[in-house]
């Protein structure tokens, strides 16, 4: 027996946490671009918060308020250039009731 | 806030932050330590299994007060296709001990404890600071720091790097590199919370113990990967990971692969009814021995994670991270007791004794490991695990076949999936990296 796995919805996951958003200072931006790299565009199925999505211009666009500050994208995607990421100020992004 | 001179800056508070912060300050040095979140632990995730010795090393008596879930007295270990597993299982009365030898954790309330130990020792905590930067002088040596609190510099004579495998001021600085997609994993984890009566029917346990269960085959989908659920007192620690370069080439979503590890009919009734209240995901150092960076330099030395200290064969990281934070901290404060600079040449005794500690050894045994595996991943995580699972069900099942055509459809199986020639050259390869 095979389980399929379909329609699960990430936002019913990252309603659990618990999250300080520093409203207009996002902590991760991507770099306009025409077409996405290959690993930028991998970005819109790895992400475990679902930062990520394609736009219908097939161009990646990032949305980090759920972001759990795992590093992925920026070990994917920094020494390219795609990404620009930093952590979030002191107190915000995040916050592990149990980690 | 005026200019301040500290003896070391640690930053971070996890195992490894916690463990060099408590360790100098409990030896008399001015200590200030910075973490980003909001409390020590805020941004720290692990199984997570916590290992006593190491522990002790640092604070004999933790049991006294230390928020520990469950003693292990059980560890399985799955191999599994879609609808089975084959495992080993290794349970004992022995591990009912006076000082039982590993217990499971949940880590945000861990590091809220570990750090109240660090400031009880003296050290100063400042929480809900980002440091920003490394200020060097001219010559390139580690002064101090740059947060985002204030614009002033906090200086000090040796700044601990224990800021994670995600760390960006290390890098930033150009002290060692990003870790690559290959040698870092992408894991998912949620906390399934159940009565504690009911963990201990479904798991066959009693005042406090505690079961481990470790997983790998079909669930990672071709990928080097493992899972993972660990017994807390009230609620299972369960999760996926996989390499971080893997899931990037297969674009799989790692909430899907946690999704399939929890509706496998051989984990799902261990979950059922439980209430799920938080999900969490962090990278895994594992790329061994041979992604270690420089460990120290001009008045700075890096620690746990953000050092790769990681053995992933055993699944120890926090211990590393605590022994490393330990012994760094111990060489700092006999370099300092010695009245000498905290410069490249004298902080190389924290790499000498690091080297003479299991933390190295143990990298070092296993430093072909993490090529074999990821280079195989496909043939180790998913080919064997589902040949095991296909021979036990041959076996077991009894349906009229004579069982000399079950072995030989066995062998057959097996042949058919790796040859003769993958097979031996698998069990060698495997012996060489294990040697």
């Known amino acids: 027996m095979t389980v399929a796995v379909t329609n699960i919805r990430v936002e019913d996951k990252l309603y659990q946490n618990r999250y300080v958003v520093d409203a207009g200072r996002p902590h991760i931006r991507v770099r306009p671009h025409e077409w996405p790299s290959v690993n930028l565009y991998a970005l819109t199925g790895v992400r475990p918060a679902k930062c990520y999505e394609l736009n219908d211009q097939g161009q990646v666009e990032v949305i980090a308020d759920g972001c759990m500050e795992c590093g992925t994208c920026r070990v994917l995607c920094e020494a390219s250039g795609d990404i620009e990421w930093n952590y979030p100020r002191g107190g915000f992004g995040v916050l592990f009731k149990f980690g | ?435």
């Not at chain 2, 597993?85 to 000082?99: A, K, L, T």
């Not at chain 2, 007192?233 to 990971?241: P, Y």
């Not at chain 2, 045994?365 to 296909?390: C, G, V, W």
Request: glycine share 8%; proline share 4%; charged share 25%.
């Open chain 2, 1 to 435: 806030m005026t200019e301040e001179n500290f003896d070391a800056i640690v930053i971070g508070a996890g195992m490894a932050g916690n463990a060099a912060a408590y360790t100098m300050s409990s030896r008399g040095m001015k200590v200030l330590q910075l973490e980003r979140g909001e409390y020590p632990g805020s941004k720290n995730v692990q199984g997570a299994i916590m290992y006593a010795d190491m522990l002790e090393k640092i604070l004999p008596d933790f049991r006294d007060d230390a928020p520990l879930e469950r003693h292990l007295v059980e560890q399985r270990f799955w191999m599994m296709d879609d609808s089975s597993h084959i495992g080993m299982q290794y349970r004992s009365d022995d591990f009912n001990e006076s000082r039982p030898n590993r217990y499971t954790v949940i880590r945000a309330q861990f590091d809220k404890w570990f750090s109240r130990k660090v400031r009880e020792a003296g050290a100063t905590l400042l929480c809900e600071t980002t440091v920003t930067e490394l200020v060097r002088d001219p010559k390139g040596r580690v002064t101090g720091v740059r947060t985002d609190r204030a614009g002033d510099v906090i200086l000090a004579d040796v700044v601990v790097l224990a800021e994670g495998v995600n760390g960006l001021l290390g890098t930033r600085a150009g002290l060692r590199d990003t870790p690559k997609p290959e040698t870092v994993a992408l894991a998912v984890k949620e906390m399934h919370f159940l009565a504690e009566e009911v963990i201990d029917q479904r798991f066959g346990l009693k005042a406090n113990e505690g079961c481990v269960i470790e997983a790998v085959g079909t669930i990672s989908r071709n990928m080097a990967g493992l899972a993972f659920l660990y017994t807390n007192k009230e609620s299972i620690s369960i999760g996926i990971g996989c390499l971080v370069s893997e899931l990037a080439a297969t674009m799989e979503s790692p909430y899907g692969l946690l999704e399939k590890f929890k509706t496998h009919p051989s984990v799902k009734p261990l979950i059922a009814g439980s209430e799920v209240k938080e999900y969490a995901a962090h990278l895994i150092p594992e790329g061994g021995y041979k992604a270690i960076p420089q460990l120290f330099g001009d008045g700075w030395v890096v620690v746990g994670d953000a050092a790769q200290l990681n053995n992933a064969v055993h699944r120890e990281g926090s211990n590393l991270a605590m022994t490393s934070g330990r012994i760094a901290g111990e060489a700092i404060v006999q370099i300092r007791n010695r009245k000498k600079p905290m410069v490249k040449e004298h902080l190389s005794l924290y790499k000498s004794m690091l080297e003479n500690s299991f933390v190295i050894k143990d990298l070092r045994k296993y430093k072909d490991m993490p090529a074999l595996l990821h280079t195989n991943s496909r043939n180790f995580f998913t080919t064997y695990p589902k040949l095991l699972s296909q021979a036990a069900q041959n076996f077991v099942r009894v349906d009229g076949t004579p069982k000399i055509d079950k072995e030989r459809a066995t062998t057959a199986t097996f042949i058919k999936a790796r040859s003769r020639w993958g097979l031996f050259g698998d069990a060698v390869r495997l012996a060489r990296a294990w040697r």
